[in-house]
C-alpha cells in the first residue's frame, strides 16, 4: 500500500473506449477517469457490463477500441504488475493441494518477485501485515480449507494486499459471505483507502462499503449512465436484474488470473531460518 500524490497522474484512464471478447463489444465509447486516491464503486445489474470493464482495465477483456492506461501505462504494458492488485468475484479459495494461509497470500508476492525469486524477509513481513491486515493473523499456519467462505474471502484480499498495490480492483468483494465478513471487509479497505491505495469495486450493491465508497459509476448496456457522488447513484441504477447478455463474463476454460498458484512444496519465507 502506498501514498502517491495525484500530480503523478490518474490512476485509471479510459479514452473512447470499447471492451468485449474476442470481436464482441460489450461496453462501448466510455470515458473514464479514477484519480489516485480515489476510492470508486463500479455499479451496475447482471450483464450490465461492468465486470467487463473492469477486466478490460487488467488485461482480461479486449480492449476493441480507444485507450485504457492504468497507472500511466498502456493496459497490458505495466512493468512492474505488482503495483496493481485484483481480488476476483469468487467466494473461496480452492486447489489440488493443500495450503495454509501464509503460502496463499505469499503467492501475491511474486508480482513484486517474479517467479524465480526466493521470499525475503521484506517479504516475509509483508504478507504478515497483509494477514493481519484482513484480522486472520492467528489463522497464518492454518489450512485455507478449514476457514469459512467470508474467511476465505478475505485471505484472497490479503494475498491482493501483499504486492502492496497502488490500485486495487475488486470484483463482488461482498457477494456470498455472512455480515460479519462483510464488516470485516469495510475495515480493511477502509485502512487501504486511508493509505492511499486507489479502490476500484465492481458490485451490485454497496452495502456495509458504503461508508468507504465515496463515488459511483452506474454502467448500463454497456454505457456509464452516471458518474458522481455515492450518495447519487441510486436512482441511476434502475430497476431489476438484467440477465447475462451475449458475450457478458463467458466462462473460458484453462488458466485464469484469478486462479492462486500454489506449489506442492512449502513456501520459503526468506534466508537465515
Known amino acids: 500500500m502506498t501514498d502517491r500524490s495525484p500530480a503523478d497522474g490518474p490512476a485509471v484512464r479510459l479514452r473512447d473506449a470499447s471492451i468485449g471478447y474476442d470481436d464482441v463489444p460489450i461496453v462501448t465509447r466510455v470515458d ?31 480492449v476493441l477500441g480507444g485507450e485504457v492506461e492504468l497507472l500511466g501505462a ?56 497483509a494477514v493481519a491486515a484482513v484480522g486472520l493473523a492467528d489463522r497464518m499456519e492454518e489450512p485455507v480449507a478449514s476457514l469459512s467462505g467470508g474467511q476465505q474471502r478475505r485471505v484472497l484480499v490479503a494475498r491482493a494486499l501483499a504486492a502492496q498495490p497502488e490500485l486495487l480492483v475488486m470484483d463482488e ?73 451475449p458475450g457478458e463474463e463467458p466462462v473460458r476454460a484453462g488458466y485464469r488470473l484469478d486462479q492462486p498458484t500454489v506449489s506442492t512444496r512449502p513456501v520459503r519465507l526468506g534466508g537465515g531460518r
Open 74 to 129: 498502456p493496459v497490458g504494458r505495466l512493468r512492474e504488475r505488482g503495483r496493481v492488485g485484483y481480488v476476483p468475484q469468487r467466494h473461496t479459495v480452492s486447489g489440488a493441494v493443500p495450503a495454509t494461509v501464509r503460502e496463499v497470500v505469499s503467492v501475491g508476492r511474486l508480482a513484486r518477485r517474479g517467479l524465480f525469486r526466493r521470499l525475503g524477509a521484506a517479504d516475509r513481513v509483508a504478507v504478515g501485515e
Open 173 to 245: 468483494p461482498t457477494a456470498g459471505v455472512d455480515a460479519a465478513s462483510q464488516q470485516a471487509l469495510a475495515e480493511v479497505l477502509a485502512r487501504v483507502s486511508a493509505a492511499g491505495t486507489t479502490l476500484l469495486v465492481v458490485t451490485h450493491e454497496t452495502g456495509p462499503l458504503s461508508g468507504v465508497l465515496t463515488r459511483a459509476v452506474v454502467v448500463d448496456q454497456g454505457h456509464i449512465r452516471y458518474d458522481g457522488p455515492l450518495t447519487g447513484a441510486e436512482p441511476a441504477t434502475g430497476h431489476g436484474d438484467h440477465h447475462c447478455g
Open 32 to 62: 473514464l477517469t479514477v484519480q489516485r486516491g480515489e476510492a470508486v464503486a463500479v455499479l451496475g445489474s447482471n450483464g450490465s457490463g461492468k465486470t467487463t470493464l473492469a477486466r478490460g482495465m487488467l488485461g482480461l477483456a479486449t
